[in-house]
C-alpha cells in the first residue's frame, strides 16, 4: 500500500485493490481514489491470514484495467 500512499500524495491518480481492509480507512486520505474489491460477506475482515483468500481471488480484472484505462486517460487530458 505504501505506493498508494505516496502516488496520491504527490497527485498521481491511483487504483488499488483492496482485499481483507476498507478502502475507506486504510486508503490515502489525499485526492481521489479508485477502490477495487470483491463483493463478499466477509470483506473487511482485517486477517492477517485466510486459508482461502478468496476477497483477493474475485478481484474483477477486468474493472481493474478500466479504472487504470481510466486513470490514463485523465491524466492524458489535463
Known amino acids: 500500500s505504501g505506493p498508494m500512499h505516496i502516488g496520491q500524495a504527490v497527485g498521481i491518480p491511483v ?11 486504510c486508503g490515502p486520505w489525499l485526492g481521489k481514489i479508485e477502490p477495487i474489491q470483491a463483493d463478499l460477506d466477509c470483506i473487511r475482515c482485517y ?4 486459508f482461502h483468500l ?6 474483477d480484472e477486468k474493472r481493474a484495467g478500466e479504472a487504470a484505462l481510466e486513470c490514463i486517460r485523465n491524466r492524458l487530458d489535463s
Do not use: W
Not at 15 to 25: K, Q, W, Y
Not at 54 to 59: A, D, G, K, Q
Open 15 to 25: 487504483v488499488s485493490t483492496f482485499g481483507p481492509t476498507d478502502p475507506e480507512r
Open 47 to 50: 486477517r492477517k491470514r485466510c
Open 54 to 59: 478468496t476477497c483477493m481471488r474475485l478481484i
